[in-house]
């Protein structure tokens, strides 16, 4: 499938669906849409994903296209009245669009009206399915080894670490898929719950939900996780996954240098240590689940800086960790698999 | 407001919104409907609250009455057909129907048009606002003192608690509101946001948006909480009123002798004192929030033994504790207010 990514203002730095997108899925990428970054291409921002020019809008987007992809997600997942013009324009070419935003573009009457008059679809990967329940405590049921990435905050590489992991495992041979519980990871996928969008009773039972589905198909199940413990808006989500994945072990990630919580900049993050502690602590009563693993975000520093990074982060936390789109996964992977 | 409480076979132990309602709402309850108690009263089965007469169907009920209220929920929250009879006779009287159940009453054809044609209204308390948002990290904003109830698990008495202390702060001269975060909750104060509905994203926002609405009206503010922190199926619901409320002080639930998570047998809850440092643990990176007080329920043992069961509950959490059903809550005020 042909696919242009919308990430207005955001390319790349704040566009992590799109850049997710560009080097995780299978789509084949035929150019981004971001009016500040317009006449350049994505490898002048990005390296090693697959390249595509940079268009100011979907006019600009060269055929064959398939579908307009929304490739960013603001505070609240509300729709930008700026990208109207260019989902009326995908529509009105008969491509499908896909979007992950909290606002669900079925419910826009307009663009419920374009879609049906082009005949294409409206895809709201974020909406979840209506037969969820309440967790029963079974997800360690299943037979395979269930490895959660857990964050020091939002954004600081939980999909990135869970693609990257399981890739490298699977190129070691192992049996190792992905449980994609946000809207990056299904796009990418194909399938999965957007968990923030579940009610809140059932966000363990969907977690739970998707590793019994599958979980007796794999060797090892790396579940893409959310948000942060310690996040004032966001913790709800990520103790649902906690509990409700029951994991036997989880990889804490971070990004170099990041001090508050990103948007939250009243609230810093607690020292990295005390992480360990609350994870496997809030972990502990339902599933015995060590942090055997880090995966740390350097992309902001230098090959010097970033290596005393990854000391200090590895000192910190007590286990081998990584910066898993710069250096190899060989340590990291030996202490999970 | 004059209402009939629908119990069937379920009077007054398994129906704890019923005596939730009988025991603290300003509604003035004309008849309990319960087939299987007919011809008693409540006060023959529960001492200390308000009395009614326990009738069979809504057709004995006496006029004048203003509204039926379904006073119990069963596993899974759904309607259970034999009640339908009662539904339709109340509208059929012009009586408002109010449900806490997960079945939304307004969804119901036969309801809907009863309600219209009889010109009275269908309140389904448990369908969430549908203008949430995620939380903002502003609810230590407000002019008072936030206390949440926090609890070992389910139903260990997180909302008899909040009613009970709210309610002797008040006798003492305070000004102290209730935030309602459940069914019972809400039906009781008529106002409030049954949390485990809304959107996991939206869970601590939830909370926020209630807290700052009247805030700045009271001195003091009683959370109502929910589920627990160690449950494998609710945490995400606690952790989410954890942030959202951002509470000065928690007050730890507990029923005596409860020993594994309810419904859940192959959980052990975890000793006592570990709740202290995993509630504090948790709620320190978004507020400062000690645990300054206990509740526990001995409603199981002799006065004797509640005495005991309450010193050493005293003692593992190391603040002061009280039955707030059977006993003073001066101690346990003192050390909130």
Redo the contacts between chains.
Sequence with gaps: MRVAVLAHGKFPDRAKTAVGVLRYADYDVVAVLDRERAGSRVTDHVPAVQDAPIVAGFGEVPEPVDALLIGIAP???GFEESWRPDVIAALTRGCDVISGL?YFLTDDEEFARLAAENDCELQDVRRPPDDLS????LADGVDAEVILTVGTDCSVGKMTTTMELAQDARKAGYDAAVIPTGQTGIMIEGWGTP???????F???AVEEMIREVGDNHDYLFVEGQGS????????????IL??A?PDALVLCHEAGREV?HG?E??P??PIEEYV??YE??A???SDTPVVAGALDTSDLDDAAARQALTEYESAIDVPATDVLRYDTDDVLEAIL
């Design positions: 505070i609240g997942g909290h309440v967790s029963e405590g968990i923030d969008r579940v009610v809140s009773d966000t363990a039972g413990i310690v996040h004032p808006a966001y913790s709800a989500v990520t103790c649902g509990h409700g029951m919580i939250y009243s609230f993050l607690p502690d609350l602590g809030l502990a009563p339902v």
